[in-house]
């Protein structure tokens, strides 16, 4: 598994649409409260901005574990 450039407990990939394909962003916290606040935050940005973000990966690095890709659709 990748490793990402921080030291919060959860990750999360989101992909977004950009005006010639797609890109990346991400979200993270190290309490769940805190990553999820932030996932919600960044979410909203970009369906604001009508970019259709897509989560497409979850990581909780305590444990360096992955949420299972049918649990992504309740993102």
Known sequence: M???NHDF?????????TEHGFDYTNAKGNTLQSF???????LNKYIK?????RVVEI????YNSKIPEDKLKFF
């Open 9 to 17: 407990r959860y990750h999360a990939e989101i992909q977004y649409e």
């Open 2 to 4: 990748n490793m990402v």
């Open 36 to 42: 999820l606040n932030d996932l919600k935050d960044v």
């Open 59 to 62: 990581i909780d690095l305590k």
């Open 49 to 53: 901005d009508r970019r259709d973000p």
